[in-house]
């Protein structure tokens, strides 16, 4: 960690106790980007686990931060909603300026339920087994174009490429349109004037050109047999073949953010985890079995989406608070991650965890990321692979983390390789 990194996160501890209780505010991207918000959860899993906060740009919300309530939340969608029109799954949705988009993981039951079984089949155990070969293929061949000896952007080069083959595969759209994927992915959750986007206007204007790239592949598909990628199944599913074209393109969306950010942000923070922590590289080196076991602890420590956003549909007592009707509700997955009661010394990075998988990073219940076993299977196939090549992977300084409260994650990452094996 960079020196600039460290004083950020006193000066921030120092901010977060300072400042009454009442008027802790966790939901602020510049904390994000500055990698300084843990003081804030560390201040309000030990006092104020369920808290309010009055006043965000976004309008008041509950901020829920220990492992075992968000827990208690993820699982009771009778009372906690994901519905799109009462606000949706993040902190921002619900704006009067904001068109709800429908997508099923913005939905309860029962509607969410036949859609997602719709589009579980491609990443069914039977697909990811077939898929592995070709992930591998595609991973030892971006990392043999890799530069040696020269300081290059990690993120870019390979986390993105990955991420956007395997994407483009699974939507069965050419290879040379996987950059575009991975550009609409970031438009989706770009903040405006954080560099990406200049205005809510342009962003809608992309995403014209986004949903017309996807109309024409449904276009295509509905026409022709049906076959095993998430387009046709989209297309030819009995609980999705006939579907608004707006809802169609809600899910093109989730499919393209959850397929995407999540992997490619938790590749990058593998690089980055293990470099901060060179006894556990040291550790990995010596034995790649322990590659599993790190991937899972990589997805904890990373946690690449901070939160998860419900909206009360009655009152319900949680932790000695009443949350009434209507009233927001996120759930800190990034906090849950490092809850000292269900996690042992939750701060550190031990690849070797008696019970890795212990983490929040992919929800609970009914919302459970349908892909989360191909993240897995990415991370697990890149990182057997980068250990045959490389004895090492150098980040030669602080990493661009992403500007939001919603994508934890890297823009740039600045590494350079050694020597290979």
Same mark, same amino acid.
């Given at each position: ?64 931060t220990k492992y075992n309530d968000i827990m208690a ?54 697909? /990811? ?27 870019? /080069? ?5 991420t956007g083959m395997t994407l483009a595969t699974l ?6 349109d996987r950059r575009q994927l991975v550009y609409w ?58 579907? &608004? ?66 909206? +009360? ?11 009434? +009707? ?71 300084? &602080? ?23």
């Open positions: 960690m960079a020196d600039g990194n460290l004083a950020n996160l006193a000066q921030a501890r120092e901010e977060a106790y300072a400042t009454p209780l009442a008027d802790l505010n966790p939901a602020q991207p510049a904390l994000f980007q500055a990698d300084a918000m843990w003081p804030i959860f560390d201040r309000l899993r030990a006092e104020d686990p369920i808290h309010y906060t009055r006043e965000h740009e976004f309008g008041p919300y509950w901020s829920i939340v993820d699982t009771n969608h009778q009372q906690f909603s994901s519905d799109f029109m009462k606000g949706g799954i993040t902190i921002a949705g619900g704006q009067a300026d904001m068109d709800p988009l429908p997508m099923f993981i913005a939905m309860d039951p029962p509607k969410h339920d036949v859609q997602r079984k719709t589009v579980s089949p491609a990443v069914s155990p039977m697909n /990811l087994h077939t898929m592995e070969p070709l992930i591998r293929e595609r991973a030892a061949a971006i990392l043999d174009s890799l530069p040696i000896g020269e300081e290059f952007d990690w993120v870019d /080069l390979v986390s993105k490429e990955l939507f069965d759209m050419p290879q040379e992915s970031d438009v989706v959750t770009a903040a405006p004037g954080q560099g990406l986007i200049d205005t809510i206007e342009q962003k809608m204007q992309i995403f014209v050109e986004y949903h017309a790239y996807f109309t024409k592949l449904w276009n295509e598909r509905v026409n022709a047999p049906p076959q095993g990628d998430l387009i046709s199944m989209l297309a030819h599913g009995e609980a999705t073949r006939n579907m &608004e074209p707006r809802e169609f393109f809600g899910n093109i969306v989730l499919l393209t953010v959850g397929g995407n950010d999540t992997t490619r942000n938790t590749i990058s923070g593998s690089i980055l985890a293990l470099n901060q922590n060179p006894d556990q590289y040291a550790k990995l080196r010596a034995n790649p079995g322990l590659i599993p076991s790190m991937v899972s602890e990589t997805i904890r420590w990373q946690t690449p989406l901070a939160h998860m956003r419900r909206t +009360a549909v009655e009152d319900v007592e949680i932790g000695g608070k009443t949350i009434r +009707a209507g009233e927001k509700v996120v759930m800190w997955y990034v906090s849950g991650n490092r809850d000292e009661e269900v996690i042992d010394n939750p701060n550190a990075y031990i690849i070797d965890r008696e019970r890795p998988r212990t983490h929040i990073s992919f929800g609970f219940g009914i919302h459970r990321c349908v892909g989360n076993r191909l993240a897995e299977l990415q991370l697990k196939v890149i990182w057997e692979e980068i250990l045959k090549r490389f004895p090492t992977i150098e980040v030669t300084g &602080e990493p661009k983390r992403v500007y939001s409260t919603f994508v934890k994650g890297y823009e740039r990452m600045n590494v350079v390789i050694p020597t290979r094996t």
